[in-house]
T-cell receptor, first 112, second 117 residues
Framework: LAKTTQPISMDSYEGQEVNITCSHN???????ITWYQQFPSQGPRFIIQ???TKVTNEVASLFIPADRKSSTLSLPRVSLSDTAVYYC?????????????FGSGTRLSIRP | EAGVTQFPSHSVIEKGQTVTLRCDPI?????LYWYRRVMGKEIKFLLH????????ESGMPNNRFLAERTGGTYSTLKVQPAELEDSGVYFC???????????????FGSGTRLTVV
């Protein structure tokens, strides 16, 4: 599985747009990019997944440049409830569970 | 649909004692996984059940850990005897497909926080 690098932590304020970038220089042709969100005292929760260009759902947008060596999770107009740890995972969707690496994630703190 | 349920939410035991964690997956999910996060470390895979069979137990740290899934429904993870380094949060997840990276992949439970003193 491609190794990922994310900022350890980020701070922002309510109403702002937050962009979290993940680097995955060794991404393989069959790899997808998946983001999970983990609130305190809960398990990780799927947010969004993409292969290239842009994907948008009701929660977030995922931007993937042409070379796919990085990706950016964009959270529009964050609120206090978006305070969580965000994980970027990269791998073949056929990968076995033992090969999925969560990494350290990015701890996002939203302030009033 | 009901989510993945884990019990207990917290457990504090003394070193040398036995603890059993339980996970009830989403109904119809044949795939069940155990993960754990030891304090300050990353979330790590422990094992994967497909129905009642162990598909992959490469992440189990040692033979003090025993996972079962009789009947292919709920699963238990027993730690016997518990050591201080076993403290952490144990997560269970389930999925319809075998790969957790497929869209919507895993559904995680809220975890069991285990403290060994």
């Amino acid at each position: 599985l491609a190794k990922t690098t994310q900022p350890i932590s980020m701070d922002s304020y309510e109403g702002q747009e937050v962009n979290i970038t993940c680097s995955h220089n060794n991404i393989a042709t069959n790899d997808y990019i998946t983001w999970y969100q983990q609130f305190p005292s809960q398990g990780p929760r799927f947010i969004i997944q993409g292969y290239k260009t842009k994907v948008t759902n009701e929660v977030a947008s995922l931007f993937i440049p042409a070379d796919r060596k990085s990706s950016t999770l964009s959270l529009p107009r964050v609120s206090l409830s978006d305070t969580a740890v965000y994980y970027c995972l990269v791998g073949d969707i056929g990968s076995s569970a033992s090969k999925i690496i969560f990494g350290s994630g990015t701890r996002l703190s939203i302030r009033p | 649909e009901a989510g993945v349920t884990q019990f207990p939410s917290h457990s504090v035991i003394e070193k040398g004692q036995t603890v059993t964690l339980r996970c009830d997956p989403i109904s119809g999910h044949d795939n069940l996984y155990w993960y754990r996060r030891v304090m300050g470390k990353e979330i790590k895979f422990l094992l994967h059940f497909v129905k009642e069979s162990k598909q992959d137990e490469s992440g189990m740290p040692n033979n003090r850990f025993l996972a079962e899934r009789t009947g292919g429904t709920y699963s238990t993870l027993k730690v016997q005897p518990a050591e201080l380094e076993d403290s952490g949060v144990y997560f269970c997840a389930s999925s319809r497909e075998q790969s957790g990276l497929q869209t919507y992949g895993y559904t995680f439970g809220s975890g069991t926080r285990l403290t060994v003193v």
